[in-house]
């Protein structure tokens, strides 16, 4: 839905056509819902490094769980620049650009 919808403005702008509400009232309310399974994603991480003692591999890891353990790293790295550039980058921007298309209204 979000995805989408930032899309549309983003045309909606480049053509200077009037914009419409979404279904969902402002795009401040998947934006929300998008931080929240950002936090839930963070702390479901926060646990992995805390059950794998911060990836601390055994001194006996076989290739299998070293390659287990960095595969992890990797994803978190990965998630962690997802969530930086949606939260920092992404939602700000579609905010600014929403709240620029409704005051034309």
């Not at 795009?27 to 839930?40: A, D």
């Not at 911060?54 to 890891?61: E, F, G, I, R, S």
């Not at 620049?81 to 921007?93: A, R, V, Y």
């Amino acid at each position: 839905m979000l995805f989408p919808y930032v899309r549309r403005i983003c045309q909606i702008k480049k053509q200077e056509r009037v914009m419409e509400l979404p279904p969902f009232g402002t795009v401040r309310n998947p934006i929300r819902m998008m931080e929240q399974e950002h936090e839930s994603a963070g702390e479901g991480l926060e646990k992995i490094r805390e059950i794998t003692d911060n990836y601390t591999l055994p001194a006996d890891a076989c290739t299998t769980y070293r390659l287990a353990f960095q595969a992890l790293q990797d994803f978190e790295a990965d998630l962690h620049q997802h969530i930086h550039l949606e939260n920092n980058i992404l939602f700000p921007k579609a905010l600014m650009l929403e709240e620029e298309l409704l005051k034309e209204v």
